[in-house]
């Protein structure tokens, strides 16, 4: 696991849900943090696409349920 995806994603939900970013880790989900609702789970992902660069297909943003797997599926789509 790339810890630069890590670090970037952390930054970005970091910022979109006003927590500090040691309080994000890799099993971070909608379930455990409270800001993380459906809205702001929309923003997540235009946020993802705009800094990597990728268009993320509606299964993929289906899977996107915790910070681990939004790493694991950034790092997938940048080594494609």
Known sequence: ????VFLS???IMSGLFSV?????SLESSME???QWDSLQHFNVILDIEQ???IELSPEE???L???GKIVEVVEK???T
Do not use: H
């Open 1 to 4: 696991m790339s810890n630069a």
């Open 9 to 11: 994603v952390v930054e």
């Open 20 to 24: 500090p970013p040691e309080s994000l």
């Open 32 to 34: 455990t943090v409270d």
């Open 51 to 53: 800094r990597f660069g």
């Open 61 to 63: 943003v289906l899977e």
């Open 65 to 67: 349920n915790s910070v």
């Open 77 to 79: 789509k940048l080594s």
